[in-house]
Structure formats: C-alpha cells, structure tokens
C-alpha cells in the first residue's frame, strides 16, 4: 500500500517562513494527488493544498499567495513552502496520499503530521 512520512515541522514567528515535507514509500504503481491538510487544536481538520501528478496546484483561499506547494514524481515527494506565517496557521499539518496499486485499485493514507506553531 502506501505509508506516508512528514517532516519539517516546528516553532517560527509571525512573519517567518517554514518548509514541510511529505515521503510516500510503498507498493504502488503510481501516485496520484497529494494533498496538504491541517489541524489547529479544538477545530476539524482542513484542507491547505494539493498538487496533482501533472503539476496542477489548488490551494484553500487562506493560504493563498503565501504557500506553494510542490512535488518530486521521481523522488515520490511534496513539499510545501510556507511563507508569511500567521498565528492562525499553527496546527498539526497531514499529508494525505492516494496511490494506484495493481488491477487500477486506488489506496489513500494519512501521515502521522507535523506540528507547526506560529509564535513570537
């Protein structure tokens, strides 16, 4: 299947900037979307960003202009820049995969998450 692995994660200050990274390892025959998804304490999770196997990028309004996410087809990775970070950014951030397997069976999986705290 599929076992997703994110990294980069910490504390920066309002203002600042912060990379995420998100590994995909597994059985599979190829990757489809991958997305961004994030969690602030006491509120549902939401989604940031994704980016297709051709490139094409979607982001939630508010992060707009100030992330960019990005993928590695030969690397099996994503990443996503986070710039001009504000408070109401911080939350456990996912990454969620969805791969094809053998006999076009389609797998999703979630990442364990990275914490990202926006804080003077």
């Known amino acids: 299947q599929v076992h997703v692995v994110e990294s980069g994660g910490g504390l920066v200050q309002p203002g600042g900037s912060l990379g995420l990274s998100c590994a995909a390892s597994g059985t599979f025959v190829s990757i489809n979307t991958m997305s961004w998804y994030r969690q602030a304490p006491g509120k549902q999770r939401e989604f940031v960003a994704s980016?297709?196997?051709?490139?094409?990028?979607n982001y939630a309004d508010s992060v707009r202009g100030r992330f960019t996410v990005s993928r590695d087809n030969t690397k099996n990775t994503m990443s996503l820049q986070m710039n001009s970070l504000k408070p109401e950014d911080t939350a456990v951030y996912y990454c969620?995969?969805?791969?094809?397997?053998?006999?076009?069976?389609?797998?999703?999986?979630w990442g364990q998450g990275t914490e990202v705290t926006v804080s003077s």
């Open positions: 969620y995969c969805s791969v094809t397997m053998a006999y076009a069976k389609v797998y999703t999986n």
């Open positions: 980016v297709t196997t051709g490139g094409t990028t």
